[in-house]
């Protein structure tokens, strides 16, 4: 079936460093890919999302980019705060008339003051 | 304008009692969803409605089942609670599926002695 990867599992970087969280994914038909943020105990939030026919796309400090011949997408995290400290989900929709989302298993940042 | 809500927040069943969690939303969307939260296992879709009238099984509906009341309603039965079924369940909507923006809500924290 269709999966998405995503790595690293954890991640830990000192506050004003930047962060890289990457994910694959294997239907070609995709194309939608939301980012998520979930602190702990609350829901998954969006964050930040990118449709195929674009590149990149910035939102203050966060960024994602999209490499559609390779499958692959980033979020990038600039001048990381202690707040930015949660897990990440990236997903990718699901090709066909009723596609859905299927999520990576997380990235746990921490961001150490 | 509450989002999603769901109730209740925190359950605990015995082995073999049944149970029906409660999902709504007040923002017109067409379709939702209901997912499980794992450890490390990221969020995997166990049914969704596309519309209301219809629903279809995701990756994990085994031990579920499921009820599209009306637009706003979206609920999940399991019938004969199983230690395996713990877990975070949140349930999820969107106003277009696939495209758009999934809204989560706080979820139910489930344990099944």
């Known amino acids: 079936g269709e999966n998405v990867e995503q790595h690293p599992s954890t991640l830990s970087v000192q506050e004003g460093d930047s962060a890289v969280i990457k994910c694959t994914y294997s239907?070609?038909?995709?194309?939608?890919f939301p980012w998520y943020k979930q602190e702990l105990g609350k829901r998954p939030q969006l964050i930040i999302d990118?449709?195929?026919?674009?590149g990149e796309k910035k939102d203050q400090r966060i960024a994602v980019t999209l490499n559609k011949t390779a499958k692959h997408f980033s979020l990038h995290i600039t001048e990381t705060q202690p707040e930015d400290s949660a897990v990440y989900f990236c997903?990718?929709?699901?090709?066909?008339?009723?596609?859905?989302?299927?999520f990576g298993k997380g990235t746990k940042l921490s961001v150490k003051p | 304008n509450a989002g999603v809500t769901q109730t209740p927040k925190f359950q605990v069943l015995k082995t073999g009692q049944s149970m029906t969690l409660q999902c709504a939303q007040d923002?017109?969307?067409?379709?939702m969803y209901w997912y499980r939260q794992d450890p490390g296992m990221g969020l995997r879709l166990i049914y969704y409605?596309?519309?209301?009238?219809?629903?279809d099984k995701g990756e994990v509906p085994n031990g579920y089942n499921v009820s599209r009341l009306n637009k706003r309603e979206f609920s999940l039965r399991l019938e004969s609670a199983a230690p395996s079924q713990t877990s975070v369940y949140f349930c999820?909507?969107?106003?277009?599926?696939?495209?758009?923006?999934?809204?989560f809500g706080p979820g139910t924290r489930l344990t099944v002695l």
């Open positions: 409605s596309a519309s209301e009238g219809t629903t």
């Open positions: 990118i449709r195929s026919n674009v």
């Open positions: 997903a990718a929709s699901i090709g066909g008339s009723q596609g859905n989302l299927i």
């Open positions: 923002m017109n969307h067409n379709s």
């Open positions: 239907d070609s038909a995709s194309n939608y």
């Open positions: 999820a909507s969107v106003l277009q599926i696939s495209t758009d923006t999934q809204y």
